[in-house]
């Protein structure tokens, strides 16, 4: 059964550094997201990725981060300079074009 | 202010017991109820509703959707103590063309043997 995969699983960072993390989405799939969960907090939407372009953008994901699709399969989101509130579980997810949205294991940033 | 409103935020049950978990959502012109369970990590899809009063099945698991109340239920009948974990219940409310999902903050469902 095809999955959303992510890597790593586990970033740790110093603040102020550059980090990246990479997604594979479902491959037929044609809307990609990245949220973003703090520990013992809810799952909040940070930005949803269509036809190559920002689709929408939540308030969190200001100019310190920025989404690719460098080529047909990876989708990543990077974050410039990291701040100590950035640590959290960040899902890549992605939605086909019945409407149901998968979500990959995370990957848990913590920053230092 | 929250959009999207779970409860209760944890429930305690025998194995065995039937539950029943509730959301509930603010905005009447929406796309889609989305239901998860949510283990160690990763959100797992359980069902997506967007028609009122239609019953999604799965197993032990049932979902149904009142639009008439912006409200939303999961049963589970039979519990285990694999289905202990946190059930996050979704909305993809009108966007710009995408599915963006607003979350509550789940229901913590503890099942002892």
């Given at each position: 059964e095809p999955e959303v995969t992510q890597t790593p699983s586990h970033q740790v960072t110093q603040m102020g550094q550059e980090v990246i993390l990479r997604c594979v989405p479902i491959s037929n799939h044609l809307?990609?997201?990245?949220?973003?969960?703090?520990?013992?907090?809810?799952?909040?939407?940070?930005?949803?990725?269509?036809?190559?372009?920002?689709?929408?953008?939540?308030e969190i994901f200001d100019?310190?981060?920025s989404v690719e699709r460098p080529d047909g399969s990876n989708f990543t989101l990077k974050i410039r300079s990291t701040k100590l509130e950035d640590s959290a579980m960040y899902f890549c997810a992605s939605t086909g074009q019945g409407g149901e949205q998968y979500f990959g294991p995370g990957t848990r940033l913590t920053v230092t | 202010e929250d959009k999207v409103v779970q409860s209760p935020?944890?429930?305690?049950?025998?194995?065995?017991?039937?539950?029943?978990?509730?959301?509930s959502y603010e905005v009447t012109n929406f796309r889609s109820l989305l239901w998860y369970k949510q283990e160690k990590k990763a959100p797992t899809f359980l069902f997506m509703l967007t028609s009122s009063g239609i019953e999604k099945k799965s197993g032990r698991l049932s979902s149904i959707l009142d639009k008439k109340e912006l409200s939303s239920i999961l049963n589970?009948?039979?519990?285990?103590?694999?289905d202990s974990a946190i059930y996050l219940c979704a909305v993809a409310f009108p966007g710009a063309g995408s599915y963006q999902l607003t979350f509550g903050k789940g229901t913590k469902l503890s099942v002892i043997p």
């Open positions: 809307y990609f997201y990245w949220y973003r969960q703090i520990l013992g907090q809810k799952v909040e939407f940070l930005v949803s990725f269509y036809n190559n372009e920002i689709s929408e953008k939540s100019d310190q981060f | 935020l944890s429930l305690v049950v025998h194995e065995g017991d039937t539950v029943t978990l509730n959301c589970i009948t039979a519990t285990q103590t694999g």
